[in-house]
């Protein structure tokens, strides 16, 4: 997933964003609500980590733009200890959750994978592809039953080739995924993560095709 981290405290949105990328997933970290708003506007997010209290423009102000927009991204709210007043505030906005600081990054992936279970209803549990099947709560891809070694980074890939089956994905849009926007990693980063994922899903009736000049496209043989 594309997790953006809204959090002014650098230190804790540096750990929460290691904390996530360590467990395979993009993370986009931004410290100022204006700056959020407008990435959120422009690029968007699976899944938001977002503080209360940011200089600019309010985690509050955020969530409820959000929602006016009709976004339905799942939001976890970050607030300081004790104030209730905050986080009904939040709920009532539209907040899915929320954490109270300090707090376990423990229980903060817990929230996410809880969260993510709940947006994962509106998918099939577990989608089938040629022969293979793909569970997005486990984040696994099997074949006859037998998991595929699939790496964290194949894995980003696979899922955003596969939310756009069909359609071409250009090398940007993976880099985002897998490593997060304005990452500094060159364009040709993704082409061994793809390379390696092409392998792994050869012969069970999936393949990955290079669009000279713009991308990628998951498709299956015919």
């Known amino acids: 997933m594309r997790i953006a981290v809204i959090e002014d405290n650098i230190s804790l949105a540096k750990a929460i964003a290691y904390r996530l990328r360590d467990r395979g997933h993009a993370a986009d970290v931004l410290h100022e609500g204006l700056a959020a708003d407008q990435y959120l506007r422009d690029e968007g997010a699976d899944l938001v980590v977002l503080d209360i209290n940011l200089p600019g423009l309010s985690g ?59 947006k994962e209803l509106e998918y099939t549990a577990v989608e089938t592809i040629g022969l293979l099947s793909f569970d997005r709560s486990a984040r696994s891809v099997s074949a006859d039953g037998e998991r595929l070694a699939v790496s964290r980074r194949e894995m980003a890939v696979f899922e955003c080739l596969l939310d756009q089956r069909g359609r071409i994905v250009s090398k940007d849009r993976l880099l985002d995924q897998v490593y997060g926007v304005g990452a500094d990693v060159e364009a040709s980063a993704i082409e061994p993560h793809v390379s390696r994922l092409r392998g792994r899903l050869k012969g069970h009736g999936v393949v990955i095709k290079t669009v000279r000049g713009l991308g990628y496209l998951l498709d299956v043989e015919r």
């Open 60 to 118: 509050l102000d955020i969530l409820r733009s959000l929602r006016a927009r009709g976004s339905g991204v799942p939001v976890i709210l970050l607030t300081a200890r004790g104030l209730t007043d905050e986080r009904i505030a939040g709920l009532d906005a539209g907040a899915d959750d929320y954490l109270t600081k300090p707090f376990d990054m423990e229980e903060l992936e817990a929230r996410i994978r809880a969260l993510s279970r709940r």
